[in-house]
């Protein structure tokens, strides 16, 4: 007989292998049995500081209240989808999808779409809202259950990324789409937009610029490497036929390469006013 195995039949063999239990939201589920509570809400004065973060003030406050309840809390209200923030979620990454898209389209008249659309999902990703969530310390103010306390990884908190969106959709489901855009507006337009334009590799942002200007792409090339062997440096020219041209070192070819695209995109932003 191998270890491990059984000669006995029916229930004493089947109790002397023990399988591990379900998790007690799944045999609740599996039994038809919940556990029901009265529905998380914020006190007045916790309303009272998240609307001061967020900028705006609920009419309807249950908006509030379902954005910031986490679906892990969904078998306390017998499996219904309409008391966690799942549903708004969805719809928040819609309108924060559209109203992001009407910004960049205005913000950038002459850009081509790709450009517009690296700049867009990294404006509406997880991260991003998960950095505006954090900034206004929203996760002190989110209902979930114990399991849910340690759900962050590094800097992206899932669960403060999807209550950010779920607040976007309660915003516009209480005050309309102008509220939403305000809201937008307050916490993601000028410091996200800016900083992920500025982020961009200069070398990519030059060929976009190129793209959108209908000029000739950027050559490279190198005009001088100096320095010990250990140490190199290099001296390289960015240039646009018939537009422009502009040099910079680095410690490497591509070090250098970016410092003189970047020059150079700054030398024909500024020539074309």
């Known amino acids: 007989m191998g270890f491990g195995s059984c000669h006995y039949r029916g229930a004493a063999c089947r109790s002397a292998v023990m399988k591990p239990g379900r998790p007690k939201r799944t045999r609740l589920r599996a039994s038809g049995r919940t556990v029901k509570r009265k529905r998380p809400e914020l006190s007045a004065e916790d309303r009272q500081e998240l609307e001061g973060r967020l900028g705006y003030t609920f009419r309807t406050v249950e908006w509030l209240n379902r954005a910031l309840t986490h679906p892990s809390l969904i078998d306390n209200y017998d499996g219904d989808a309409q008391f966690s923030n799942q549903r708004l979620e969805f719809?928040?990454?819609?309108?924060?999808?559209?109203?992001?898209?009407?910004?960049?389209?205005?913000?950038?008249?002459?850009?081509?779409?790709?450009?517009?659309?690296?700049?867009?999902?990294?404006?509406?990703?997880?991260?991003?809202?998960?950095?505006?969530?954090?900034?206004?310390?929203?996760?002190?103010?989110?209902?979930?259950?114990?399991?849910?306390?340690?759900?962050?990884?590094?800097?992206?908190?899932?669960?403060?990324?999807?209550?950010?969106?779920?607040?976007?959709?309660?915003?516009?489901?209480?005050?309309?789409?102008?509220?939403?855009?305000?809201?937008?507006?307050?916490?993601?337009?000028?410091e996200l937009v800016d900083r992920e334009i500025s982020q961009q590799n200069p070398k990519t942002r030059l060929s976009d610029w190129c793209g959108a200007n209908r000029a000739p792409y950027a050559t490279y090339d190198i005009i001088e490497r100096s320095g010990p062997d250990h140490e190199p440096v290099f001296l390289v020219e960015a240039r646009v036929e018939g537009r422009g041209s502009a040099q910079d070192k680095g410690r490497s070819r591509q070090e250098a390469e970016m410092a003189a695209a970047d020059r150079l995109l700054r030398d024909l932003i500024r020539n074309a006013g």
């Open 91 to 190: 719809l928040g990454d819609r309108v924060l999808g559209l109203i992001m898209a009407e910004v960049l389209i205005a913000k950038f008249p002459s850009e081509r779409e790709g450009y517009l659309t690296r700049i867009f999902h990294q404006l509406v990703s997880g991260e991003a809202c998960a950095e505006v969530g954090d900034a206004m310390g929203l996760r002190q103010f989110l209902f979930f259950d114990a399991s849910m306390e340690k759900n962050k990884r590094g800097s992206y908190d899932k669960s403060v990324a999807d209550a950010v969106e779920a607040i976007v959709a309660a915003i516009y489901r209480d005050g309309g789409l102008e509220a939403a855009r305000a809201f937008i507006s307050r916490h993601w337009i000028m």
